[in-house]
């Protein structure tokens, strides 16, 4: 479902980006709203999914997941499902995407070391339908994931890219 949002849209998942944990009250406070406007559009943003939680932001690095990579992995079409459920059971499996291309899935992984990583991959190769896979080091995050520069861009400028 795609929902409409504007400059106040915009503030608040700013501010709850910032601090998820933040009191209504204050969030209200803050944006020069009533308490109810932000309950409702908090609701609103909820109901819609475009918010799917708040979750904290774990730096796995500071846990001791310093190898990160991108693993390309071709496989055979009629097995997809299977790999991707066979992938998810995974703990160090971070995110996996369907893409376009030589490689059929994208799956990023988390690893305390190098040979860590040669295990997991090694275990990523037993999966019945994976053919090939092309590995990644990520050698520093630069830019995080991030949203909000695009919803604020957005909603400064409707319709833009």
């Not at 700013?14 to 409702?40: C, F, H, K, M």
């Not at 295990?119 to 339908?129: K, N």
């Amino acid at each position: 479902m795609t929902i409409k949002i504007d400059a106040l849209d915009s503030a608040l998942l700013a501010e709850l980006a910032r601090d998820p944990r933040t009191p209504i009250l204050e969030l209200a406070s803050r944006l020069g709203v009533a308490r109810n406007t932000v309950q409702a559009r908090m609701k609103r943003l909820e109901s819609s999914g475009a918010v799917r939680g708040y979750p904290p932001n774990v730096d796995l690095q500071a846990l001791g997941f310093a190898v990160h990579a991108y693993v390309g992995v071709e496989l055979d079409q009629n097995r997809m499902d299977a790999i991707v459920e066979a992938l998810r059971a995974f703990p160090n499996v971070l995110e996996v995407h369907a893409t376009t291309g030589r490689a059929d899935l994208l799956v990023r992984i988390a690893a305390r070391s190098q040979q860590d990583l040669l295990a997991i991959m090694q275990q990523v190769h037993t999966i019945g339908g994976v053919k090939h896979t092309e590995t990644m080091l990520a050698l520093a995050t630069p830019i995080e994931y991030r949203a909000l520069p695009l919803v604020e861009h957005s909603t400064r400028n409707p319709g833009s890219a």
